[in-house]
């Protein structure tokens, strides 16, 4: 006989009390929904601060980037000296 998984189940509305704010509030009391409200402003105002911060961060891997690679160019980089230049520079 199969048996039926009740993760899956579907809910059944009728029987199921609906608890809501106001039952909340009444049964915790307002300590709890100040609680509530004060982790909720904390989480927003946690991720208006880490948005400006990650668009920083951003601006600053793109410039060194730039500048690594600017740094780094063949052109910029200094060929090796061959052993007859550095003995013909300080005879001179």
């Given at each position: 006989m199969?048996?039926?998984n009740t993760a899956t189940a579907p809910i059944d509305h009728e029987t199921t009390p609906m608890?809501?704010?106001f039952d909340i509030l009444n049964s915790q009391g307002m300590p709890a929904m100040?609680?509530?409200a004060g982790t909720l402003l904390l989480f927003l105002a946690l991720h208006l601060i880490r948005a400006p911060l990650l668009l920083a961060v951003r601006v600053i891997e793109a410039s060194?980037?730039?500048v690594n690679t600017y740094a780094t160019a063949p052109e910029f980089i200094a060929a090796p000296v061959r052993q007859e230049d550095r003995v013909h520079a300080y005879a001179a």
């Open positions: 199969p048996t039926q608890v809501n704010l100040a609680r509530f060194m980037r730039r």
